[in-house]
Structure formats: C-alpha cells, structure tokens
C-alpha cells in the first residue's frame, strides 16, 4: 500500500525562488550589472552560478516524490513512456525557445508588425499545447502557418530562421537529459548505489578533465575555455555554429559536463528521499520530532558537501560552464542548506505568507520560464524608432525612455530586471488564482 505524503510547500517555495532568481538574472536591462547578478567570469562562483543547479536539485526531489508513489504501486510500462515523453517534451520546449518564432526581425523584408502577429500566434499556440488544450493550440498553429504562407505569397519574406546556426545544447535540454536519466537511475537503484554512482562519476569526471590532453593544446587546464575536453568535445560534436555564441569555444550546456549535472540531480533524489522518511523511519517518535531530524539532516549533508566543495576547489575549481565536481558539491550543499532553511521556516513554524509570490511562481516554474524567454527574445527583437530617428529594440527604447532618465545604466539595469519579474508575477498569479497549472 502507498504511504501519503503530505505535500512540501517549502520545495514549492523553493522552486519559486530558484525560477524567479534564474528569470531575473536573465534579463537585465542592459550591462552592466551588479556582480550577485552575473555569471563568474570562468571559475569561481556567484549567486547567480547557484540558481541552476538549484533548479536541478529541485527536479531530483521532485523526481524521488512522485515516481516513488510510482514504484511503490509498481513500476509498469506506463511509468517509462511518461518519462521518456516529459523528457522529450521538456527538450522540444527548450528548442522551441530557441527556433520561435522562426524568423529573425531584422533580416527579412517583412515588415515588423506583420512578424508580430506571426509571433504572437505560435506563442498563444505553445501555451494552448501546455494547457492540453490541444484543439486550440492546433488551429492557432495553423493559423500561424497560413499567415507565413499568405506573407510569404504577398511578397514578403518573413522566414529568415537559419538553421545551420541553430544551439542543439540549452537549459532546458540539460534538464531534460538530466530528469531523464536521474529517473531512470532511481527506478532501479537504492540510495547506496545512487551514492556510489555519484562519488564514482565526479572522481571520473575529475580525472578526465585534468589528465586526458586536447589536440592543439599544449596543456589541458579548466582555467582555459578551449584548452579543456569538454569545450574541445563541443567543438567536435555540436561544431562551433551549433554551440552557445558567446561562448564561441564551448557550450556552457555541453556534453561531456552534463555528466556531472547529473549528479547535481541525483543530490536532489537523494535528499528528497531523506524527506519522504525512508532514511529517518528508525528516528521517528512524533511528527514533531521527525520533521527536525530531516531538517537537521539537510543542514548537516549542506555544511558537509559545501566543506568538501570549497577545499576540492583548490585542485579543480569551481566553474559552473564546466560543471566541475567541487561546484557539484558547493552548490548541492548550497541547495540543502536553503532548502533546509525554507523546510524549518515553512514546515515546521508554519511562517508561509512571505513565501506567496514563490509559491505563484513556483506552481507554473516551467511555463514561466519557457514564455519569458519568448518574450525576452522578442522586445530584443522588434523594432521601433528611436528620438534620434534610428530603429532600436523596444527592449532599448524601454531603457532610454524610462529607467535610464532616472537611474545611473548599472541601477537601471537592475529597475528593469526587477520590473521584467513583477509583471510575470502578474501574469502568474492571473494563472494561479484560476488552479491553472501548466505542466508537462
């Protein structure tokens, strides 16, 4: 018989802080930034490095919370296509960020508002698709379709997407890669195995990042963003126009350093586990007293892993583009730490009205960051006229007619970004006070 499970609000609060936090680090107003705000240069780490790990974290205790209801029940051939199919449709999400809407603004004739409404129709039809509103989503995306049909047939050239460009690596990508293997594991896998596969693989993952050389390197070093295998592994595989174009010599979602993302998901099951009780069930008197063995237990493991993370950092550092093993451990125990702190505020004092707007983002985290970044791409995009008679972004204008006036760029930049997350908040809650919840 399954065993119920009260429902953890603070893993739902924490999850909305993590998709608020990567949501508002995302979209700045322009640089520069203040530095919790931005990525470490290459090694080292900041706030910001914390939030997707965190987010990985979040889907291993997910993970272990749901599919563990599963296997209790038995695992049947059901429980494998559910997680194949979220796996790919998590995947697609992410393309889907990076293909729509199919054009680029400025290197096709057509004129802009004529992309926009192309834009806004397969965006309403991605949003009917997550809702299951599978009809609706269906005709807008073949309205879309017609529309480009019909541009295209008046003359306008309103497809201007290159694909031979097109990222195959991504954030949501590396999730999906992630979930699908952590689900995998834990489904044939007890708690001891999962720790010795995760011990196993970031010692691996160590020795080959520092030991196997680099054609065309005379050293390999993780202090060097070509001189490393998993950016030279990126460079051969992916190739350079299908990787991050910032990075140009490697993907900070690659191949090889997904490996050790993995762990970091893994982390995640292993706590979630711990919170289920099925490693605390000897310690348990009261419902009391077995809620602060659990959170004892996540600051204990938290200090534990930062510790061992910070001292590993001094021979592999951290860097979260690669992944390595210190930062595995540094932000695993990061994410127990304030997962704990979240568990003791919320589970255990009751203390949850601070936590409303992460609870609003956390019950639709996925469509928030998938139509976000929509949007981010297409104020980046669309054009307008500027006061000195040039075509900027509306993205810029904002900035120049708005925050800048009132602000030095760096405050500006922040108002911006703080402003970007209050009106998604908005949104979110229009969704959350009708229960709609957009899952995959």
């Known amino acids: 018989m399954a065993v119920s499970q009260e429902r953890l609000v603070s893993l739902d609060v924490f999850r909305g802080m993590t998709i608020a936090g990567m949501v508002l680090v995302n979209n700045p107003g ?3 930034v203040y530095w919790p705000l931005d990525h470490a240069e290459w090694n080292g780490l900041t706030p910001t490095d914390w939030i997707f790990p965190f987010f990985l974290f979040i889907v291993g205790v997910s993970i272990s919370i749901s599919l563990g209801r599963r296997s209790q029940e ?6 494998y296509i559910q997680i194949i199919t979220r796996a790919g449709t998590i995947y697609l999400l992410g393309a889907a960020i990076s293909i729509l809407p199919f054009f680029q603004f400025q290197s096709s004739d057509a004129p802009d508002p004529l992309k926009m409404i192309v834009w806004l129709i397969l965006s309403a039809a991605l949003f009917f698709l997550l809702l299951r509103k599978y009809y609706i989503a269906a005709g807008l995306a073949a309205a879309g379709l017609l529309g480009i049909a019909a541009f295209n047939l008046a003359g306008y050239n309103i497809v201007g997407y290159s694909y031979g460009t097109l990222r195959i690596a991504g954030v949501l990508q590396r999730i999906s890669v992630c979930y699908l293997v952590t689900a995998l594991v834990f489904l044939h896998t007890n708690w001891k195995q999962q720790v010795g596969i995760s011990i196993f693989l970031l010692l691996a993952y160590w020795l080959v990042m520092t030991v196997i050389p680099v054609p065309g390197c005379e050293i390999t070093t993780v202090s060097d963003k070509a001189c490393n295998l998993a950016a030279y592994l990126d ?4 190739t350079e126009n299908h990787i ?3 990075g140009k010599v490697y993907d900070p979602e690659g191949i090889l350093a997904t490996i050790p993302a993995i762990v970091t998901t893994i982390s995640g099951v292993l706590a979630g586990t711990w919170l289920a009780g099925t490693q605390a069930a000897s310690l348990r008197n009261d419902g009391g007293s077995d809620k602060l063995n659990k959170v004892s237990g ?3 493991f938290g200090v534990i892993l930062l510790a061992i993370g910070l001292i590993w950092n001094s021979y592999f550092p951290m860097n979260k583009s690669l992944w390595t093993s210190s930062y595995v451990l540094a932000t695993t125990g990061l994410a127990l730490l304030v ?3 979240c568990y003791w505020l919320i589970d255990i004092k009751g203390y949850k009205k601070w936590a409303w707007p992460f ?3 956390g019950a639709n985290a996925l469509a928030l960051f998938v139509f976000t970044g929509l949007f981010a791409r297409m104020i980046a995009a669309y054009r307008v006229t500027g006061s000195d008679g040039q075509l900027i972004s509306v993205q810029r204008w904002i900035m120049n007619h708005i925050f800048l006036p009132i602000a030095q760029p760096i405050d500006a930049s922040w108002m911006f970004a703080v402003t970007f997350i209050l009106l998604w908040l908005f949104l979110m809650w229009l969704l959350y ?3 709609m919840y957009i899952k995959v």
């Open 30 to 32: 322009t640089s520069p």
């Open 74 to 79: 038995g695992i049947t051939r059901d429980t």
């Open 298 to 300: 996540l600051f204990f």
């Open 244 to 246: 991050w174009r910032n």
């Open 433 to 435: 006070r009708k229960n």
């Open 339 to 341: 997962l704990g702190a």
């Open 359 to 361: 609870r609003v983002f």
């Open 235 to 238: 460079r051969s595989i992916l």
